[in-house]
């Protein structure tokens, strides 16, 4: 059974960190994009960063860029979302994706909620003082 689990949120002050986490089982992480996506209450899903396959690349939302970092685990089939420096506006559930195809097919879609096949949950973050 195809699965991902996120894990890490929870309510953080301002200026903090989380580390998320998703693991897959019931596939191998190794051929797939991951993304991470989130979506605030009230407003639609969005493209948060994607880590692509066989390259590595990875792509960012403007809104994170040089506070969040993407990075993989392949070995531990488990992708991970460093977010730092969070603002009020972080928060919002957090979803995990991994996308099949080609890496380069990524350059233009990477948010694209069309561009993946498998989802998570989703994981609470909370940015509260």
């Known amino acids: 059974q195809v699965q991902l689990v996120e894990s890490g949120g929870g309510l953080v002050q301002p200026g903090g960190s989380l580390r998320l986490s998703c693991a897959a089982s019931?596939?191998?992480?190794?051929?797939?994009?991951i993304g991470w996506f989130r979506q605030a209450p009230g407003k639609e899903r969005e493209g948060v960063s994607c880590?692509?396959?066989?390259?590595?690349?990875?792509y960012y939302a403007d809104s994170v860029k040089g506070r969040f970092t993407i990075s993989r685990d392949n070995a531990k089939n488990t992708a991970y979302l460093q977010i730092n420096s969070l603002k009020p506006e972080d928060t919002a559930v957090y979803y995990c994706?991994?996308?099949?195809?080609?890496?380069?097919?990524?350059?233009?879609?990477?948010?694209?909620?069309?561009?993946?096949?498998?989802w998570g949950q989703g994981t609470q973050v909370t940015v509260s003082s």
């Open positions: 019931g596939f191998s992480m190794d051929y797939y994009a």
């Open positions: 994706a991994a996308g099949g195809g080609y890496s380069g097919s990524y350059y233009y879609t990477w948010d694209r909620i069309r561009k993946y096949d498998y």
């Open positions: 880590i692509t396959s066989s390259d590595g690349r990875t």
